[in-house]
């Protein structure tokens, strides 16, 4: 079992910066890849951002969603079992809550999301 709790969401305005965090406990030697997923009002839940566990001192592996490339760093620290979601230059269209998620074993853990507001 993974249990997983976001931290950092908050109300901005356009242009502005938030860093999302997810903090992992449990069983979390068996987590290989980590991830966000974000789900606005009426839509369905959005692919976000990944990254890979880094595995023999390697650099974790990332991925973005085409609508974040250039504009959110997904990183995670495994000393502190810390995943974050730096988030720069946000606009309307960030609003939504946002879901860490974590991979162990084949099982994809959630967290409870935490609510992004991008408004003037």
């Known amino acids: 079992q993974v249990q997983l709790v976001e931290s950092g969401g908050d109300l901005v305005q356009p242009g502005g910066s938030l860093r999302l965090s997810c903090s992992a406990s449990?069983?979390?030697?068996?987590?290989?890849?980590m991830g966000w997923y974000r789900e606005a009002p009426g839509n369905q839940r959005e692919w976000v951002a990944q990254?890979?566990?880094?595995?023999?001192?390697?650099?974790?592996?990332?991925n973005y969603a085409d609508s974040v490339e250039g504009r959110f760093t997904i990183s995670r620290d495994n000393a502190k079992n810390t995943m974050y979601l730096q988030m720069n230059s946000l606009e309307p269209e960030d609003t939504a809550v946002y879901y860490c998620?974590?991979?162990?074993?084949?099982?994809?853990?959630w967290g409870q999301g935490t609510q992004v507001t991008v408004s003037s």
């Open positions: 990254v890979g566990s880094g595995d023999s001192g390697g650099s974790d592996s990332t």
């Open positions: 449990g069983s979390i030697a068996s987590i290989t890849d």
């Open positions: 998620y974590a991979r162990s074993m084949g099982t994809i853990y």
